[in-house]
């Protein structure tokens, strides 16, 4: 094309492909577009109160899970979003697939990329490894948890939960509790509370915060009193999964219970709780705790469905709320 003149080589040219919308950290996020998501969960929760749940909205889309850890809450939920608004769905679990013979995320990206999905939610234990599935596939990609990096998603539909609950985030304060080190959930949330106008203290044993977390714009507390002060108390378990062999970051889960366990006694009337799951009952949290009218757990799961619809449709549509709100489209 060399001998072409400029102005018909561009129009022989394709058309540049605008580039892909990724989810894959909350740091990638402004306020504004925070605020357009939680708005949109709030338009798709409505639409789930309709004996007719289904929309049209992603019809002759594809959605590909693909996850590498085991979960229950944000796969279900991820699958079941998909669903409603009428896109095609494949799961695809790394036991029994071809992860199995060596075959490495690379090469599973680039035969996922063959079917082009519009769409690829990953989870896998390795940071980073949702912007590898970016850079081999053309499709947008959704962090659902890359080791103890980000979990976007799950941060999303903490602070939808806490907005419809309280009000609004801006002005709260909310304690995380526990292992903090090794939490990817922790990471996301502290920078969404904070991005949303929230103070955060963290609290637990030494050895379970990060150094230099208060960099992120949080305190620290290693002392279970401090939990008092807060208006949500968010609890996370101990990640013994991603824990280093042979290493004590406590005694034991007795003595971690006895002083860092989330019970009856600690918490002042009011407080709300939260825990993003599985819930380990009896060692960071009490089962009175984890039952009690103020706990929002149930209502955290109810959120993941709004929340993981909202950020599927923003992505694909890259439309903001007013337009094509899902109450004014016809039930598929």
């Known amino acids: 094309m060399a001998d072409v003149h400029p102005l018909i080589r561009d129009e022989l040219l394709p058309p540049e492909r605008p580039p892909r919308r990724h989810l894959i950290s909350i740091a990638d996020l402004s306020r504004e577009e925070v605020e357009r998501l939680l708005g949109l969960a709030r338009a798709f929760a409505r639409s789930l109160d309709r004996?007719?749940?289904?929309?049209?909205?992603?019809?002759?889309?594809?959605?590909?899970?693909?996850?590498?850890?085991?979960?229950?809450?944000?796969?279900?939920?991820?699958?079941l979003a998909a669903k409603?608004?009428?896109?095609?769905?494949?799961?695809?679990?790394?036991?029994?697939?071809?992860?199995?013979?060596g075959e490495s995320l690379k090469d599973t990206a680039l035969t996922i990329g063959c079917y082009d999905p519009d769409v690829v939610v990953i989870r896998?234990?390795?940071?980073?490894?949702?912007?590898?599935?970016?850079?081999?596939?053309?499709?947008h990609v959704v962090n659902a948890g890359d080791g103890k990096h980000q979990h976007p998603t799950q941060a999303l539909l903490d602070l939808y939960t806490i907005d419809e609950e309280l009000g609004g985030v801006e002005n709260l304060h909310v304690a995380i509790v526990g292992d903090?080190?090794?939490?990817?959930?922790?990471?996301?949330?502290?920078?969404?509370?904070?991005?949303?106008?929230?103070?955060?203290?963290?609290?637990?044993?030494?050895?379970?915060?990060?150094?230099?977390?208060?960099?992120?714009?949080?305190?620290?507390?290693h002392e279970i009193d401090a939990v008092r002060e807060a208006d949500v108390v968010y609890v996370l378990r101990m990640q013994k999964e991603r824990m280093q062999a042979g290493a004590n970051y406590v005694p034991s889960l007795r003595e971690y219970t006895a002083r860092w366990g989330v019970t009856p006694e600690r918490i002042r009337p009011g407080q709300r709780v939260?825990?993003?799951?599985?819930?380990?009952?009896?060692?960071?949290?009490?089962?009175?705790?984890?039952?009690?009218?103020?706990?929002?757990?149930?209502r955290q799961v109810r959120s993941g469905l709004a929340v993981r619809m909202a950020v599927l449709y923003d992505l694909l549509t890259h439309g903001p709320v007013a337009v094509a709100a899902p109450e004014t489209l016809e039930v598929a």
């Open 84 to 101: 409603r608004l009428s896109a095609d769905v494949m799961s695809i679990k790394a036991a029994g697939s071809a992860v199995d013979k």
């Open 180 to 221: 903090v080190l090794h939490s990817r959930v922790a990471r996301s949330l502290i920078q969404g509370l904070r991005l949303m106008g929230a103070s955060v203290t963290l609290v637990g044993p030494p050895p379970l915060i990060p150094r230099g977390i208060e960099a992120m714009g949080c305190e620290v507390s």
């Open 274 to 298: 939260m825990h993003p799951g599985p819930m380990n009952r009896g060692v960071e949290i009490d089962g009175e705790v984890a039952d009690a009218a103020n706990a929002l757990i149930e």
């Open 51 to 79: 004996d007719v749940k289904k929309l049209p909205t992603l019809r002759g889309r594809t959605v590909v899970n693909l996850f590498y850890e085991s979960s229950t809450r944000t796969s279900s939920s991820f699958e």
């Open 124 to 139: 896998h234990p390795e940071i980073g490894a949702p912007h590898l599935v970016a850079r081999h596939t053309g499709a």
